[in-house]
């Protein structure tokens, strides 16, 4: 029973984290959502798959 609780525990803890990166990658980073995926530079589809990442993971 304990390792199911410490299993939710660490589940609330990596989503609060990644709804937190979210909230500061929202502030800090560029919209590139508008943009043509196609014509992005590379640090530029990096970015994006980044923000994908935190977005993925903060939903779940």
């Known amino acids: 029973m304990t390792i199911e609780i ?3 525990k660490y589940k609330v ?4 984290f990644f ?5 500061i990658n ?3 980073l560029p ?3 508008d943009k ?3 014509k992005l530079t590379k640090i530029q589809r990096g970015i994006l798959a980044y ?3 935190v977005l993925i993971n903060s939903m779940d």
């Open 36 to 38: 043509d995926p196609n």
């Open 26 to 28: 929202k502030a800090i």
């Open 6 to 8: 410490q299993s939710v």
């Open 51 to 53: 923000r994908y990442f």
């Open 31 to 33: 919209k590139l959502s």
């Open 19 to 23: 709804r937190f990166l979210n909230t």
């Open 13 to 16: 803890m990596k989503k609060s």
